[in-house]
């Protein structure tokens, strides 16, 4: 039993000589340092153990978290942890009482510090709503919190929109164009980064043909998004590609299942039609939109559009159709009706609407020979 116990205590012995002996003066310098929290003689002496054991990747883990993160220089805590990395990312280190590999290592430290300052940059938010006097100061706070979040994780496709949106807020369009276009130069094949990318270039003022590649290619991630599906089509429709709109219009709708948002595409479909000369197809759009949201004034008189469309052309022998002018006075007292039926609930409008009214009787009474 003696034998045992001197064999058992020789080989902790021999394993304590082993650790010791794998680790150079300079790096047992620095950690010493890091134990009695002296962090300004192990930020001297950890570059030294770096130098002198140049394939440890537990060293540049340990300077990064010990160092850098703590004074938050997180650029280069980065390069430190992409130069452990590039030793070796399986291997089994040491790091705050944890042994664990050097990949883990570093994506946990890397979620738990992108975490720390993207929340911090949410609190700024926060702050905005609650004193907006004070919005420039939180929004200049934030930028910092989000920018520190983007250098921490750059392939996290959520921080580069954040911040891109906050720059947008700030007024600084040319900023929030670099900073969407980094997110997706990052996250190329992320949806939440083409969607936004499409979005803040759009508001920032370029063109729909500069924002399409970005519109196709969010679809093209997430083809049953119907946002992202909206926003394509009225890019096409803005570039005049009103065939491609109808397309992806549709496909929107198939794909929707909140009512209010399938009666909105219903609606800019019917629309769309109108503007083609389409006006059946504009009628069957506008009543599905009015069905599904008995609220949508604009629907309404969308369908009362559409009648006064189909009779303009029976008066007129246009778009193909002959002229009749008892069809063409059939329509116009169809669309008449409507107009009346929305103006008795939308009373606020009811002054517009009784333009509209009066020209499509001024119409009718042309049909009808008077």
């Known amino acids: 039993m003696l034998n045992k116990k001197i064999l058992f205590f020789s080989s902790i012995l021999t394993i304590a000589i082993v650790f010791v002996a794998c680790s150079s003066q300079e790096y047992t310098t620095a950690k010493l340092a890091i134990q009695q929290s002296e962090f300004t003689k192990a930020a001297e002496w950890l570059p030294k153990a770096m130098a002198v054991e140049p394939d440890n990747p537990e060293i ?33 280190i040491e790091v705050r009482g944890s042994f664990i590999p050097v990949k883990e290592a570093v994506g946990n430290y890397i979620d738990f510090y992108w975490a720390k300052e993207f929340n911090f940059g949410v609190e700024q938010f926060k702050k905005i709503q609650e004193d907006p006097e004070n919005k420039p100061e939180y929004l200049e706070t934030a930028i910092l919190h989000f920018s520190n979040a983007a250098i921490i994780n750059p392939s996290d496709a959520n921080t580069h929109a954040t911040l891109a949106k906050c720059y947008f807020d700030k ?20 949806f939440e980064t083409n969607f936004s990318a ?31 599906l909206r926003e394509l089509a009225g890019t096409y429709y803005d570039l005049d590609q009103k065939e ?3 397309e992806v219009f549709e496909n929107a709708i198939a794909n929707e299942e909140d009512k209010i948002v399938k ?4 609606f800019n479909l ?18 599905d939109a009015y069905y599904l949201n008995e609220d949508d004034f604009e629907a309404a008189l969308g369908m009362a559009r559409s009648y006064e469309g189909l009779g303009d052309n029976y008066l007129n022998g246009s778009e ?23 103006m008795i609930v939308d009373i606020d ?16 009474d042309v049909a009808e020979g008077y």
Do not use: C
């Open 198 to 228: 499409g979005q803040i270039l759009g508001r920032a003022g370029m063109s729909s043909e500069d924002i399409l590649p970005y519109y196709e290619k969010a679809t093209a991630i997430e083809p049953s998004n119907s946002k992202a």
């Open 244 to 246: 491609k709109s109808i």
């Open 171 to 190: 007024g600084d369009k040319e900023a929030a164009k670099n900073a969407v276009l980094t997110g997706v130069e990052k996250n190329p094949d992320s």
């Open 270 to 287: 019917g629309v769309i039609h109108n503007q083609m000369g389409n006006y059946e197809a504009a009628e069957t759009s506008f009543d």
């Open 263 to 266: 009666a909105d595409l219903y």
């Open 349 to 364: 409008n009811k002054e517009t609407y009784q333009k509209n009214l009066e020209l499509v009787r001024y119409k009718r």
């Open 320 to 342: 193909g159709f002959d002229k009749d002018l008892n069809k063409a006075a059939r329509w116009y007292r169809k669309a008449e009706k409507k107009i009346k039926s929305v």
């Open 60 to 92: 540049p883990v340990v300077m990064a978290v010990e160092i850098h993160a703590e004074k938050g220089k997180w650029q280069d805590m980065v390069t430190l942890f992409n130069k452990a990395m590039d030793i070796n990312p399986d291997k089994v």
